[in-house]
Nanobody, 114 residues
Framework: QVQFVESGGGLVQPGGSLRLSCAASGFTFSGYAMRWYRQAPGKERELVAHITGAGDSTRYADSVKGRFTIFRDNGKKTVYLQMNSLKPEDTAVYYC???????WGQGTQVTVSS
């Protein structure tokens, strides 16, 4: 059974940092690209970051480029999202998912507020 379990969210002040983690199971993790998405209240879910199976290529939404970094540990079957210089508009529920594999997890809430 394919599963994604996100963690690491919380309340942080503007300019702060958080590191999200996503533990995956039920499939050959290294064989799949992984993505982080987010969904803010009243908005559609949007793609934030993408990383290839080998971890050798990444892509980012323009809104987070230069502030967020996606990376993965294939031995631990975990993908991470390092978020720096957080802004109030980054407030959302963050989800991870393998490209073309499995259903959505429960997500982790990130709130950026003073």
């Amino acid at each position: 059974q394919v599963q994604f379990v996100e963690s690491g969210g919380g309340l942080v002040q503007p300019g702060g940092s958080l590191r999200l983690s996503c533990a995956a199971s039920g499939f050959t993790f290294s064989g799949y690209a992984m993505r982080w998405y987010r969904q803010a209240p009243g908005k559609e879910r949007e793609l934030v970051a993408h990383i290839t199976g080998a971890g050798d290529s990444t892509r980012y939404a323009d809104s987070v480029k230069g502030r967020f970094t996606i990376f993965r540990d294939n031995g631990k079957k975990t993908v991470y999202l390092q978020m720096n210089s957080l802004k109030p508009e980054d407030t959302a529920v963050y989800y991870c998912k393998a490209l073309g594999k499995g259903d959505w997890g429960q997500g982790t809430q990130v709130t950026v507020s003073s």
